[in-house]
């Protein structure tokens, strides 16, 4: 286990900082997250899309051909509820499935002409809204916070493949996200 003195606290300008500190950096990432969504949204509403909506056309548009439980993940929804949405966007005629050639299980989601010019119209107000967010930084400062927020990214995309905290905790060291773990809710989970 970690033993670590200073576990939940950071350290601001030489000051120790506590989960109880508005400076702590857990709720600053979680508020400036929020607040660029909340600020985007308001930008976006008259256009009738939802955030939800909004992200899928920009990730599909980055990446087409992402899966429904790809989108699902996306948007930190259930499987079924996904499914919904994309029934709901396949009929305003922004999606189009298309069968993956080497899994008849999986359709692959694409944009329509539609959403891509969707896209063209709604993408300048996205940059927009981060240049506005990013205005009191210099260029070199912008370039560290994105170099920053990417290591940090990385670091728990490794976590979120294996987490060594859980393995510690799990009786076999597997970890309790782990099917094989003796975590009975781990098991139902991963079926």
Not at 87 to 116: F, S, V, Y
Not at 170 to 179: C, K, Q, V
Request: glycine share 6%.
């Amino acid at each position: 286990m970690l033993c670590n003195s200073d576990v939940g606290y950071q350290f601001f300008e030489g000051y120790r900082v506590s989960p109880d500190d508005d400076r702590y950096i857990g709720y600053t990432i979680t508020d400036v997250g929020r607040m660029l969504r909340t600020v985007f949204e308001r930008r976006v509403r008259d256009l009738g899309l939802t955030r939800a909506q909004w992200i899928i056309i920009a990730r599909v548009h980055r990446r087409p051909g992402m899966s429904q439980s790809e989108i699902a993940d996306l948007i930190e929804i259930e499987k079924a509820s996904a499914g919904r949405l994309i029934d709901r966007m396949q009929a305003k005629g922004w999606l189009e499935r298309r069968p993956d050639p080497g899994d008849r299980r999986i359709n692959r989601l694409h944009l329509t002409a539609d959403a891509e010019r969707l896209h063209a119209e709604i993408w300048p107000l996205a940059e927009q809204t981060v240049d506005d967010a990013l205005v009191a930084l210099e260029p070199d400062e912008r370039v560290l916070l994105s170099t920053l927020l990417l290591k940090v990214k990385g670091r728990l995309q490794s976590l979120n493949a294996f987490d060594p905290v859980l393995a510690e905790r799990a009786p076999d060291g597997l970890g309790a996200d782990t099917p094989d773990a003796e975590d009975p809710l781990a098991t139902v989970a991963a079926k």
